[in-house]
């Protein structure tokens, strides 16, 4: 569909560089407020609301994302970009109605993960992070969740790169798994900055933990473990029905879909060379 | 006087970082009641309390419910019942904790919804931020209230047609199949529509743009900002040196 223009200047080597150090730097940013996090929890959690703690798991993956988000965002080709609004959309009001109810789930990445099987793991990534962030100008409370999502949204797309939507059946597996890094990489941003979750159903679990003595953090992840597996693999589930259920001609559109053999029932060469013919 | 979409951004990003990192309970019911007196003068209180409701009450509930009941590393215990033990210390973490979210999401929330949001994109990509940016918040938050009309139209068309959701998780999954596939279907056609017209335009070209919105930015608000930055700044410094004072 976007093809690469004729009239205006390409983006040069060095500014390609840049905004992959961007990237690497974002995510060192987020992997290592994480280890810093685990690593010093124990002496932390009862030293009151607002410790030190909260402070770096809030600017820590707060940077990491929008560092992501400007090193991926420049690049996306229009065609994506234009959905990453739609992405938004369809996570605030399919996540906004489960968030408060009595169900210990979220479905709050459907629009994310289904950017991510149709674009990339980049797009997810930056899908994932612009997300949160433009979903907390209504709720405040999910813009520390930015760098979770955007790691939910990156292994989506990896896990589509690899063929884990061709067969319907790994499509929940692959949801299992995004949702137990996903889950563990959230927990500390639960705990620290709010202590506790903001769900009841999740509330009730984490205290189930508590009442058998587990520290703040301890109980948080093994709710994060109960949760966001099942979480993610409804999303990753649906999300393949709403794929599956799409025109071809629609699946077709997109690059990443065609070059990767994202979904089955399509050969890569020869449909990549009709749907740019007819495409682009 | 009005403010400046970055300034009414600044201040109350600097606001919500100072509560969070003062981690005191007269300073976050100071911030709560100066919200909520903000928002009565600016005639925003009607939807301010229906939202700060909708993300608050689960919020405190949750977090009563579980310092409240179950806080292993409390000593000074007021009652319990089988497992569950009412300490002080649980309530009293209970009430700081929910106190300086309170004030953070207020703060935010307030933000929201005074800021002007084409104003917002102006100044946006007047300051060198991607337009890109912009366009995905703009576009965002033009949609949303589109898209919820737009669902009720297609579960009315839906059931029209003999939708009737019964209990069962397969039948779920087949209604939301039957709600979910047309709203995507015609969000994603409409973004091939719209991708095609925006390039036509040039959105994906780099350079000068010029801006039909001039917002003013005076020389004052351009150095409050830079001082609620730095104010925020400074107490995040002040307490990562001192981790443990005032907690």
Excluded at chain 2, 179 to 198: D, I
Aim: charged residues 10%; hydrophobic residues 55%.
């Amino acid at each position: 569909m976007s093809s690469p223009s004729l009239t205006l200047e390409s983006p040069t080597p060095a500014a390609a560089r840049k905004r992959r150090l961007l990237e690497i730097l974002g995510a060192l940013a987020i992997a290592g407020t994480y280890i810093y996090l685990v690593l010093n929890q124990p002496a932390d959690i009862t030293g009151g609301p607002g410790s030190a703690s909260a402070l770096i798991a809030l600017s820590g993956f707060l940077v990491g994302a929008v560092l992501l988000v400007v090193a991926v965002l420049p690049t996306l080709p229009v065609s994506t970009l234009v959905l990453i609004p739609v992405a938004l959309v369809l996570n605030i009001v399919l996540g906004q109605f489960v968030g408060s109810t009595l169900v210990p789930f979220y479905l709050d990445a459907i629009g994310t993960v289904l950017i991510a099987v149709l674009a990339g793991p980049a797009a997810g990534a930056a899908t994932g992070a612009l997300s949160s962030i433009v979903w907390s100008f209504f709720n405040p409370t999910v813009l520390p969740f930015a760098a979770g999502a955007a790691l939910i949204g990156c292994l989506a797309g990896l896990a589509a790169r690899h063929g884990l939507f061709r067969r319907f059946y790994l499509a929940p597996v692959a949801g299992f798994l995004t949702g137990i890094i996903g889950g563990v990489v959230s927990a500390p941003i639960a705990a620290f900055v709010f202590g506790g979750t903001s769900g009841l159903a999740t509330g009730a679990i984490v205290s189930a933990f508590r009442s058998m003595g587990d520290s703040l953090l301890a109980a948080i992840t093994k709710q994060a473990l109960i949760s966001d597996p099942m979480d993610k693999a409804i999303v990753f589930t649906l999300v393949a029905v709403l794929v599956y259920a799409l025109p071809r001609r629609t699946r077709l559109q997109f690059p990443f879909v065609r070059r990767h053999r994202v979904l089955t029932g399509q050969a890569a060469g020869q449909s990549a060379g009709a749907a740019t013919g007819q495409g682009s | 006087m009005r403010l400046h979409p970055l300034t009414s951004l600044a201040a109350a990003g600097s606001t919500a970082i100072m509560t969070t990192a003062a981690a005191s309970l007269p300073l976050s019911l100071a911030v709560i009641a100066a919200v909520a007196g903000l928002s009565l003068a600016g005639g925003v209180e009607r939807r301010m309390l229906a939202a700060a409701a909708g993300i608050l009450v689960p919020l405190v509930a949750s977090l009563f419910f579980l310092h409240g009941l179950f806080f292993p590393e409390g000593s000074v215990v007021l009652a319990h019942w089988g497992p569950a033990r009412v300490t002080v210390e649980g309530l009293q973490f209970a009430l700081e904790r929910s106190a300086q979210l309170s004030a953070a999401v207020l703060v935010l929330l307030l933000c929201s919804f005074t800021i002007s949001v084409p104003d917002l994109v102006a100044a946006l990509s007047a300051r060198g931020v991607h337009a890109r940016f912009a366009f995905v918040l703009a576009s965002t938050l033009t949609l949303l209230p589109a898209i919820t009309t737009r669902l009720a139209r297609i579960r009315q068309a839906q059931e029209a047609r003999g939708l009737v959701i019964t209990r069962g998780v397969f039948r779920r999954m087949a209604a939301f199949r039957w709600q979910a596939v047309p709203l995507v279907l015609s969000l994603v056609e409409e973004a091939g529509t719209r991708a095609a017209a925006l390039e036509a335009r040039g959105f994906g070209a780099t350079g000068p743009r010029t801006s039909y919105r001039e917002v003013t930015d005076p020389p004052f608000q351009r150095r409050l900002r830079m001082v609620l930055l730095l104010a925020a700044a400074a107490a995040v410094a002040l307490r990562l040196w001192q981790p443990t004072a005032g907690a």
